[in-house]
């Protein structure tokens, strides 16, 4: 009994360990001094060209079905603070020409400042002929199992 609570507790911090760095205090100060406000009070909209980048080209690997981006809109910047986690990310709201279809499409991506990577829980659906987001589904079905 003693060498299996050993060998979970070992397991456990070796799990912890070989996790991604979390982001730093400082990189949440530093994403925050990097917004701005117009004179109405509003967040200004990010509009960085090596961000847009990534994110198209995000979008021209994992959608073949997608012709062109056309907007590159920011959403918005979450940020999470816990005694054991620590993560922040923006949104952006991406507007697509998909093949086979006249109307402009909508996608959602994520953008993760600390690793500068660009993720998407969104997936094409053929019946409803939209993307509609998995990781909703996938969490139902954990919750539901």
Not at 51 to 75: A, C, L
Request: glycine content about 2%; some cysteine; hydrophobic content about 35%.
């Amino acid at each position: 009994m003693k060498y299996l609570i050993f060998l979970c507790f070992l397991l456990l911090s070796v799990n912890i360990y070989s996790q991604e760095e979390k982001a730093s205090i400082e990189d949440f100060v530093s994403e925050h001094q990097g917004l701005e406000e117009n004179e109405s009070g509003e967040i200004t909209p990010i509009n960085d060209r090596e961000i847009n980048k990534k994110i198209r080209f995000f979008i021209e690997e994992r959608f073949v079905n997608v012709e062109f981006t056309r907007n590159i809109i920011w959403d918005n910047y979450q940020t999470f603070i816990s005694p054991y986690d620590r993560y922040h990310y923006h949104t952006f709201i991406v507007q697509v020409k998909v093949q086979g279809h006249d109307r402009l499409k909508y996608l959602e991506v994520t953008y993760y400042p600390r690793t500068e990577k660009v993720e998407s829980g969104f997936e094409w659906d053929d019946e409803t002929m939209e993307f509609e987001d998995k990781t909703k589904v996938k969490e139902v079905e954990a919750i539901n199992s």
